[in-house]
């Protein structure tokens, strides 16, 4: 297969966002290396790397120009245009890969998005294969990219679902919800949130509880009730993280509620008067 072919096959693929057509023209131990991200994944981890970044991704590309061959493969330029608006042909940038290669596979990917002199992508590809190796792995296929997904997904979960206050969610189920592993949900949460699962949740509930109790009118405010709504099964439970999360029990803050309630109508109608 010749270089133009292959990088046919790989635009193809990739504009299709099918993650096993790419693989498929890649070695399995083959690399994808971020240079805007300073992050190279590899190996069994790219599925989970290209499923994420393919379910973001809302370009489409055009090569740009000829190959550029190279001692170990090839460089391509190409286009990036808003393949949400395909009659506009929004060019939105231009960016080049570096292509590395071994018996006809290719064994590497270097992707920038930048837009250099063709005289000096060369020496540029040259300057990535001596980078590659220095470059931040993306341990489990977590990069920066799929932590920042993760993110996103658990904060459109907590705003738009009802997920967090199933009593019954395990850290599997959320993790499925999200679309992302097990350990990538453990890793973003103790890394990136500072939390564990369990403190996530408790922490989401009692303040879905507090969002309740400012609203209560005080006197008929059912504690054991606006808990188990929230997601817990025991009322110990609810009270001691509440405590921890507001520094105050459940019926102290009804009742702090129901008095800035009571005060702001009396500015209200001393405003009005």
């Given at each position: 297969?010749?270089?133009?072919?292959?990088?046919?096959?790989?635009?193809?693929?990739?504009?299709?966002?099918?993650?096993?057509?790419?693989?498929?023209?890649?070695?399995?131990?083959?690399?994808?290396?971020?240079?805007?991200w300073?992050?190279?994944?590899?190996?069994?981890?790219?599925?989970?790397?290209?499923?994420?970044?393919?379910s973001?991704?809302?370009?489409?590309?055009?090569?740009?120009?000829?190959?550029?061959?190279?001692?170990?493969?090839?460089?391509?330029?190409?286009?990036?245009?808003?393949?949400?608006?395909?009659?506009?042909?929004?060019?939105?940038?231009?960016?080049?890969?570096?292509?590395?290669?071994e018996?006809?596979?290719?064994?590497?990917?270097?992707?920038?998005?930048?837009?250099?002199?063709?005289?000096?992508?060369?020496?540029?590809?040259?300057?990535?294969?001596?980078?590659?190796?220095?470059?931040?792995?993306?341990?489990?296929?977590?990069?920066?990219?799929?932590?920042?997904?993760?993110?996103?997904?658990?904060?459109?979960?907590?705003?738009?679902?009802?997920?967090?206050?199933?009593?019954?969610?395990?850290?599997?189920?959320?993790?499925?919800?999200?679309?992302?592993?097990?350990?990538?949900?453990?890793?973003?949460?103790?890394?990136?949130?500072?939390?564990?699962?369990?403190?996530?949740?408790?922490?989401?509930?009692?303040?879905?509880?507090?969002?309740?109790?400012?609203?209560?009118?005080?006197?008929?405010?059912?504690?054991?009730?606006?808990?188990?709504?929230?997601?817990?099964?025991?009322?110990d439970?609810?009270?001691?993280?509440?405590?921890?999360?507001f520094?105050?029990?459940?019926?102290?803050?009804?009742?702090?509620?129901?008095?800035?309630?009571?005060?702001?109508?009396?500015d209200?109608?001393?405003?009005?008067?």
């Amino acid at each position: 297969m010749s270089h133009q072919d292959l990088l046919d096959r790989y635009m193809d693929a990739w504009n299709r966002k099918a993650v096993a057509d790419v693989l498929k023209l890649m070695d399995p131990q083959a690399s994808y290396h971020d240079a805007f991200w300073g992050e190279t994944c590899s190996g069994s981890d790219l599925v989970r790397y290209f499923d994420i970044s393919f379910s973001e991704d809302t370009c489409w590309y055009e090569q740009d120009g000829e190959l550029i061959s190279t001692p170990t493969g090839f460089i391509f330029q190409y286009l990036a245009f808003d393949r949400q608006n395909p009659g506009k042909r929004k060019l939105l940038y231009r960016g080049a890969e570096v292509v590395t290669l071994e018996d006809g596979i290719i064994t590497g990917i270097s992707d920038f998005y930048c837009d250099p002199d063709p005289v000096q992508l060369l020496e540029v590809a040259t300057y990535i294969e001596k980078r590659r190796s220095k470059s931040d792995v993306a341990q489990l296929g977590m990069s920066a990219k799929t932590a920042g997904y993760i993110k996103r997904r658990l904060a459109e979960l907590g705003e738009n679902t009802s997920a967090f206050l199933d009593p019954s969610l395990s850290v599997r189920q959320l993790a499925d919800r999200v679309g992302c592993t097990v350990s990538h949900l453990h890793k973003v949460l103790e890394e990136g949130e500072n939390t564990s699962f369990g403190q996530f949740l408790n922490d989401y509930r009692v303040r879905y509880a507090a969002s309740i109790l400012a609203e209560g009118s005080g006197d008929t405010i059912n504690i054991g009730l606006i808990a188990s709504n929230s997601g817990f099964r025991q009322i110990d439970e609810f009270e001691e993280s509440f405590q921890t999360t507001f520094g105050m029990s459940a019926e102290q803050y009804s009742v702090q509620a129901l008095q800035q309630r009571d005060c702001q109508r009396v500015d209200d109608s001393k405003e009005t008067a």
